[in-house]
């Protein structure tokens, strides 16, 4: 049974049709790509799988449960995590800050436990912030903990935001425009920390994205949606020659003078 | 309550509901453009008032020059305030204007305290002839007719300025982006301080209006009708200008039956009303919901 | 960890324990009169009453104009219940927990509103509290109710008011505040990183209700009167103006700008009914300066330090 299952989910907004009948599974340690046009519905997309929107129809499965309609904080709880497009990093906050956050769903005390500072406080404590220094320390970021996030340059910020996404230790991971802003040598350096994070925390991924040097340089399966509909899928090779999805980003061939 | 009853108080409801709604409008056409609540606003409305009084008893002017010196006066106020008070933080957190707009109002009413004394002022009786009208079996005052049909015009001339002039197309679209207006070449600034202007003036007519059917004016009183016209407002959704007219006359009518029927319940139920209205429509009787793009 | 906690909580125990003793001395002595010991009691009162309304507005960025009437709930059921014959102490307990249930029943479905609504809202809720408790006769009505014994002394306004801080404090540098500060920054960002903002924000509304409460109960038998006026959205307004000077959530901060905003009037009193308008006056000009980032005085040098510091200290 694949990790994430969705059937036919559409949604509209205001009589607008934004997906139409999108359907798509993947498997455990799958990384599979995103991409369309501006506006084809792929952040839509992501905000059905996470809660943001209600699909009208369809389903999705995830985990063998059914997460259309859930709550954002409920779907992060059932182990899928996500980045936004324009990096909602919390700005005030500093960098170590932003990634306990994510850890204030893997601990458990309670308010009495906090007021009372009883054991649980302390030990709970220090285990988030050795978690939080360690996920830093992969990222590269433990040297500015104590940074301001909003200081971080753009592609640290990204990388902290993705950080701060696998600190709530998911199974399935939603990266949004990840590569967006970035030159191509960091992009290169996206490609490689993305197959890692596939390796070292074994979860899967599935990426927005119109960077095609990463989508075709790490994506195994991509699927092309345009106004809300999928019109095409298929290993990079498949896609890359695919004359439905050049006309999509390109236009039709000018006819000859 | 007979059906002629019905009808008196209904003709009271909408003469207080006008006055609501002169008050409200000022309160959503600065919140559309600027998005501050206006705390001060309600000053204003007293101001007007006070401008008023002095025009009828030391200038001795009739009704309708009063009225006009009333307006002009309160604009001025209100543009003075925008300029002085609010321009400086206008790219200052929310909460900071807030707290600024609560200063000024304190301001005014207790500047206005210590200059003409707390104790009550009344306009000169023959300022506007009180005579009873009968419209078939209904038994009126014509003050109140005449505050509503005031109000009425007051109103549509407003709907002229807004939907037939250049101002008034430079408000509209200054209220729905402020930066585009700006690029497309409006004077952001100049826009804001007529919305000020017009929405002042207003508030200083029912200033007037409310002074010569109360016939006592003090420094306090904007107070109440503030926070009621601002209730409506936001029911009748905030930033648009038909729902602050609805909810002001909804609100009136509403308010004026409850003090007939029970009145302890009269100072509470404009909020009862919006409360009830947020936590079913949040975006008030004609807003329309805008989700946040995520 | 639990160390520095540990040497932190007894320094600052220390330190409170001086102040206190400080004050008690000069008090007993008579070198504090009567008319100034009101006046310092007051400020204790209004610490509380700032620093729980600090939870809502400043840590989980919740705008609050209706705080008061968490206050007159306090108060009124404080007053109310020791009538009834309970002892002082359990008074202030029931009253707190009054307030801090009605902090619940009216979070639960405002603090789905944001913003400016939610602003409105709670005003609004506080202007029918106070109309509501005009209308129980059996409270004194618009009259207000009179005959509370003046069991509130400097020991129980200090007491309080430190187990206030140290409370709150442990509240903010938790997971609870952090996922409220999370709140304030980016909700759509912290539900995506699992907190249910909407539990968050009841939580702070709750808990800011329950210490609300507290001060009204200690007010209520410090003035030995109370009426439905003095909680009205003024007061709402005042607690505002003392959080938003106080800085962003830092509690030296905001103790700091209470102390001195319930000071101003006093100290400003030889100017007669003028102080009325010197007050807003200080005050529009101080939030000019503060957004064109003026340091003209060390007044305003102090609130804005203050507020840059609360920043990086804000999370544990």
């Known amino acids: 049974m694949p990790l994430l299952d969705i059937k036919n989910i559409s949604i509209q907004f205001g009589g607008l049709s934004a997906v139409d009948n999108f359907s798509m599974s993947i498997g455990e340690n799958d990384i599979y790509g995103l991409i369309g046009p501006n506006g084809a519905g792929k952040t839509t997309v992501f905000n059905m799988l996470t809660g943001v929107y209600s699909p009208d129809s369809g389903t999705i499965m995830f985990d063998g449960k059914s997460i259309a309609g859930m709550k954002p904080y409920d779907i992060t709880r059932m182990r899928i995590a996500r980045t936004f497009q324009n990096i909602r990093l919390m700005k005030n906050l500093s960098v170590l800050d932003n990634v306990k956050i994510s850890f204030v769903s893997q601990t458990d005390y309670g308010l009495a436990t906090s007021i009372f500072r009883l054991p649980a406080y302390f030990r709970q404590e220090k285990d988030t912030e050795k978690k939080s220094m360690a996920l830093l320390k992969v990222f590269n970021l433990d040297g500015k903990k104590d940074e301001k996030a909003a200081n971080l340059p753009y592609g640290e910020q990204r990388r902290l935001e993705i950080a701060r996404a696998l600190a709530t230790n998911p199974k399935l991971l939603l990266l949004d425009e990840p590569a967006a802003g970035m030159n191509p040598q960091e992009t290169q350096e996206l490609t490689e920390l993305i197959r890692w994070i596939r390796e070292k925390f074994h979860i899967a991924i599935l990426l927005i994205e119109h960077d095609m040097r990463l989508v075709m340089g790490v994506c195994e399966k991509i699927i092309v949606l345009d106004y809300g509909k999928i019109i095409a899928e298929g290993t990079p090779k498949e896609i890359q020659s695919n004359p439905k999805v050049i006309e999509a980003y390109l236009g039709e061939e000018a006819p000859h003078a | ?294 | 960890m639990m160390k520095t906690y540990v040497k932190k909580l007894v320094a600052f125990l220390a330190a409170s324990a001086v102040v206190f003793v400080v004050f008690s001395l000069l008090l007993s002595n008579g070198v504090i009169n009567a008319y100034y010991k009101q006046i310092i009691m007051t400020v204790c009162i209004n610490i509380i009453l700032a620093l729980s309304a600090n939870l809502i507005i400043n840590f989980t960025g919740q705008l609050t104009l209706g705080h008061s009437a968490f206050m007159a709930i306090g108060a009124y059921a404080a007053a109310a219940i020791y009538r009834v014959g309970l002892p002082f102490f359990f008074s202030l307990i029931f009253g707190s927990l009054v307030a801090a249930l009605f902090g619940f029943l009216i979070g639960l479905p405002t603090l789905r509103l944001k913003g400016d609504y939610l602003a409105i809202t709670t005003m609004g809720f506080c202007q029918i509290i106070v109309v509501v408790l005009q209308n129980i006769p059996q409270f004194g009505g618009a009259q207000g109710m009179t005959g509370i014994p003046a069991d509130t002394t400097f020991a129980w306004v200090f007491f309080s008011m430190i187990i206030t801080i140290i409370v709150l404090y442990h509240v903010v540098n938790s997971r609870q505040g952090r996922a409220m500060i999370s709140v304030r920054e980016d909700e759509i960002a912290a539900e995506a990183m699992g907190i249910n903002t909407t539990h968050y924000k009841v939580m702070a509304f709750t808990l800011g209700a329950f210490f609300a409460g507290l001060a009204g109960g200690l007010y209520a038998f410090l003035m030995m009167f109370i009426e439905p006026t003095q909680f009205n959205y003024f007061k709402s307004m005042d607690l505002v103006i003392y959080v938003v000077l106080g800085g962003s959530g830092n509690f030296a901060g905001c103790i700091a700008s209470t102390g001195i905003l319930t000071l101003l009037p006093e100290v400003l009193r030889f100017l007669g009914n003028y102080r009325m308008v010197v007050y807003p006056l200080l005050l529009i000009i101080i939030m000019i300066m503060r957004a064109k980032n003026i340091r003209l005085s060390r007044l305003a040098g102090i609130f804005r330090r203050t507020g840059k510091e609360g920043d990086n200290n804000a999370a544990a």
């Open chain 2, 1 to 294: 309550m007979t059906f002629v009853e019905f009808l008196q108080q209904l003709i009271n409801g909408l003469s207080l509901g006008s006055v609501y709604a002169l008050i409200a409008l000022g309160y959503t056409m600065v919140y559309g453009i600027i998005g501050l609540i206006n705390f001060a606003h309600c000053d204003i409305y007293m101001v007007g008032a006070y401008i008023g009084f002095f025009a009828a008893t030391s200038l001795h002017l009739p009704f309708i020059p009063t009225l006009i010196l009333a307006m002009a006066g309160a604009g001025i106020v209100g543009v003075l305030v925008e300029r002085i008070a609010y321009r400086p933080l206008r790219k200052a957190s929310n909460i900071s204007l807030l707290i600024t707009a609560m200063g000024v109002s304190l301001l005014l009413e207790n500047g206005f305290n210590c200059i003409f004394g707390g104790d009550p002022r009344s306009y000169p009786h023959n300022i506007l002839k009180q005579t009873n009208i009968e419209l078939g079996p209904v038994h009126t005052d014509s003050l109140h007719l005449i505050i509503l049909t005031t109000s009425l015009v007051l109103m549509v001339l407003l709907q002229i300025i807004i939907y037939r002039t250049k101002i008034g197309k430079a408000m509209r679209a200054t209220s729905a982006d402020k930066d585009a207006a700006a690029l497309m070449g409006i004077n952001v600034n100049a826009t804001i301080s007529a919305t000020f202007a017009i929405g002042s003036a207003l508030a200083g007519a029912a200033g007037v209006l409310v002074g010569i059917l109360y016939n006592s004016i003090d420094p306090y009183m904007g107070i109440q009708p503030g926070i009621k016209a601002f209730t409506a407002a936001v029911f009748g959704g905030i930033g648009l200008i038909p729902g602050a007219f609805l909810g002001g006359l909804i609100l009136g009518v509403i308010e004026t039956f409850v003090t007939a029927w029970y009145s302890p319940l009269a100072g509470a139920i404009g909020f009862i009303i919006l409360i009830i209205i947020l936590i079913i429509k949040p975006s008030g009787l004609l807003g329309k919901k805008v989700s946040e793009k995520v």
